[in-house]
């Protein structure tokens, strides 16, 4: 099982599978009733292409289910992580 | 039932208490399990002292399952052999 300080996870680049910045990483969104992890809020990179993502003003959402690893990096299906 | 969507940080410094009103400490961290997708329990900080045997002390660990709730302040079973030795296993 794989697991991590959420601390450590503060400003970690997103990076989708095949290897294309999205951005940095923000906040998570959690349901404290559930303990479940729903979604990443990150900052896009200024050169990122957010359309087909769901974007609210300056932040993109990714949802967690689109989280196949967290190392140096996170990283995301990029299927998944539009919607 | 409303679901409670919050940002992680909202929890990082919340006052951990028992369901018997004793003081635990604060929220430090939280362990999230990636590939559960989930938070699996709270690291603390500010430690009650008089709840933990310094001797044997390497930080406490809340597993989430023994939380009651999380609003103003986390609200969890009361368990004092836990906490004296750390281990929620036997709960």
Same mark, same amino acid.
């Given at each position: 099982?794989?697991?991590?300080?959420?601390?450590? /996870?503060?400003?970690?680049?997103?990076?989708? $599978?095949?290897?294309?910045?999205?951005?940095?990483?923000? $906040?998570?969104?959690?349901?404290?009733?559930?303990?479940?992890?729903?979604? /990443? !809020?990150?900052?896009?990179?200024?050169?990122?292409?957010?359309?087909?993502?769901?974007?609210?003003?300056?932040?993109?959402?990714?949802?967690?289910?689109?989280?196949?690893?967290?190392?140096?990096? !996170?990283?995301?299906?990029?299927? /998944?992580?539009?919607? | 039932?409303?679901?409670?969507?919050?940002?992680?940080?909202?929890?990082?410094?919340?006052?951990?208490?028992?369901? &018997?009103?004793?003081?635990?400490?604060?929220?430090?961290?939280?362990?999230?399990?990636?590939?559960? &997708? &989930?938070?699996?329990?709270?690291?603390?900080?500010?430690?009650?002292?008089?709840?933990?045997?310094?001797?044997?002390?390497?930080?406490?660990?809340? %597993?989430?399952?023994?939380?009651?709730?999380?609003?103003?302040?986390?609200?969890?079973?009361?368990? %004092?052999?836990? =906490? &004296?030795?750390?281990? =929620?296993?036997?709960?």
């Amino acid at each position: 099982m794989t697991r991590t300080l959420a601390r450590s /996870l503060s400003r970690k680049k997103i990076v989708t $599978n095949e290897g294309k910045v999205i951005g940095t990483l923000k $906040n998570i969104i959690v349901d404290f009733d559930t303990g479940q992890i729903i979604d /990443l !809020i990150i900052y896009p990179d200024p050169s990122f292409d957010t359309s087909g993502y769901r974007v609210e003003g300056d932040r993109l959402f990714i949802t967690f289910e689109a989280v196949k690893d967290i190392k140096d990096y !996170i990283i995301v299906d990029r299927y /998944l992580s539009r919607k | 039932m409303i679901r409670m969507r919050t940002q992680i940080t909202e929890l990082f410094g919340l006052s951990i208490y028992t369901e &018997k009103s004793v003081f635990v400490g604060e929220v430090e961290d939280v362990i999230i399990d990636i590939e559960g &997708k &989930k938070m699996e329990s709270l690291v603390v900080g500010k430690l009650n002292q008089e709840l933990v045997d310094i001797k044997n002390y390497k930080g406490l660990k809340i %597993p989430f399952r023994i939380i009651r709730a999380i609003g103003d302040i986390v609200l969890i079973r009361h368990l %004092p052999g836990a =906490f &004296k030795s750390g281990n =929620f296993d036997e709960t």
